[in-house]
């Protein structure tokens, strides 16, 4: 396996910790299964299913049907009734079905909604924790908005769609799959298997863990890629790609450099696959 060497000079990232009480002790739990059939609009157009959710592990599966079976463990955690009883009041589902685009949204108090740029929420301490595991089988031609923020990964298995699928702190695997997209987490690692190699520009990115993406072999693609604390690897056979000098500028009488990316091709080159990570090795390797 070749190792890509590159210069690197410093990024910085700035993530604020979601969870300032992350250790306390709750004496109240209280738990729900929550099962729901939703149904795509009829017709052509494309399908796309979106999970907006705050505390908790999203777990999608493709199969050969047309609705969406969802699964959702409920748990509240709770220091008196009385938390109890305002955590069940103010964070429910919000659900939209019957739709091209089915949207399940965790509405909790201080929280916006999600997009591709942030995910946005006012944390406060209300004396209450609410996590929603989902379990999700979805039609596997379906493009995938998927978003959560503490205390569980997003796996997706099996679905061919365009994804677009963001943590906080926990990791990302998806396997089996065949669109193009982004995978995106702060603090956690991220594992991706194409089953057919993405037709678009992708992108791949960490602070914290390690980035292996399998493609399969007949991958042609050009790649931009970097990591400041880690190696790039791959077992592809690559060719260079021209590349800017990472040149020295002075500011405020220091030296100061930018960190650019570097560039390979593989193949003939074509979509733009990019590999960002930081504390952690990337790995561009071919499916076995």
Same mark, same amino acid.
């Given at each position: 396996m070749k190792k890509l060497s590159f210069l690197l000079t410093f990024l910085v990232l700035a993530v604020s910790a979601c969870r300032v009480d992350g250790q306390q002790r709750f004496s109240l739990e209280e738990r729900e299964t929550i099962r729901r059939t939703l149904e795509f609009?009829? +017709? /052509?157009?494309?399908?796309? =299913? !979106?999970?907006?959710? =705050?505390? +908790? !592990? *999203?777990?999608?599966? +493709?199969?050969?049907?047309r609705n969406v079976e969802m699964v959702v463990n409920k748990t509240i955690r709770a220091h008196s009734q009385e938390d109890m009883k305002?955590?069940?009041?103010?964070?429910? =589902?919000? *659900?939209?079905?019957k739709v091209d685009a089915i949207s399940i949204y965790v509405d909790h108090p201080g929280r916006q909604r999600s997009n591709r740029s942030s995910t946005r929420s006012?944390?406060?301490?209300? +004396?209450? !924790?609410?996590?929603?595991?989902?379990? =999700?089988r979805v039609p596997r031609q379906t493009e995938l908005h998927l978003w959560t923020v503490t205390d569980g990964g997003i796996r997706v298995e099996g679905v061919v769609g365009d994804f677009d699928v963001s943590n906080v702190t926990g990791g990302i695997e998806l396997s089996g799959i065949a669109g193009s997209g982004r995978a995106q987490t702060v603090n956690g690692s991220i594992d991706v298997r194409f089953a057919a190699n993405p037709a678009r520009s992708s992108s791949f990115k960490t602070v914290n863990g390690t980035i292996e993406v399998r493609f399969q072999r007949n991958l042609s693609a050009d790649l931009r890629f970097k990591s400041f604390n880690g190696g790039v690897y791959t077992d592809f056979p690559v060719s260079a790609l021209p590349t800017p000098v990472n040149a020295a500028?002075?500011? /405020?009488?220091?030296?100061?450099?930018? /960190?650019?990316f570097e560039g390979a091709r593989i193949g003939n080159g074509g979509p733009m696959l990019e590999f960002d990570g930081f504390n952690g090795d990337v790995r561009i390797l071919q499916a076995k």
């Open positions: 609009s009829q +017709g /052509n157009a494309a399908k796309v =299913l !979106e999970v907006d959710n =705050l505390q +908790g !592990e *999203i777990r999608v599966t +493709g199969y050969d049907g305002a955590a069940k009041d103010r964070v429910r =589902l919000d *659900i939209s079905d006012n944390w406060s301490y209300p +004396g209450y !924790e609410v996590s929603f595991d989902f379990e =999700l500028q002075t500011r /405020n009488g220091r030296f100061v450099y930018r /960190n650019e």
